[in-house]
């Protein structure tokens, strides 16, 4: 069985409330996880650079 991931990355306190209702179900589950450790999670480089990017990225928007 393969399996494929797909990283959501966004910026929020670890205390948010996370909705996965979908009309189609894509998604069935979550896990928060400190920036720190991502790195360490990932095992292609092209992920572990666009996870870079997208932290950069992330550190000039707000949380809502």
């Known amino acids: 069985?393969?399996?494929i991931y797909v990283p959501?990355?966004?910026k929020g306190t670890m205390d948010e409330k996370v909705d996965?209702?979908?009309e189609l179900i894509e998604?069935?589950?979550f896990r928060w996880v400190e920036?720190?450790?991502v790195d360490s999670m990932?095992?292609?480089v092209d992920?572990?650079?666009v996870f870079k990017g997208a932290v950069e990225f992330?550190?000039?928007v707000p949380v809502q």
Do not use: M, P
């Open 27 to 29: 998604h069935d589950g």
């Open 8 to 10: 959501f990355i966004l």
């Open 35 to 37: 920036e720190s450790r």
């Open 1 to 3: 069985r393969k399996y």
């Open 42 to 44: 990932l095992t292609h």
């Open 47 to 49: 992920n572990k650079k």
């Open 20 to 22: 996965l209702h979908q």
């Open 58 to 60: 992330l550190k000039g």
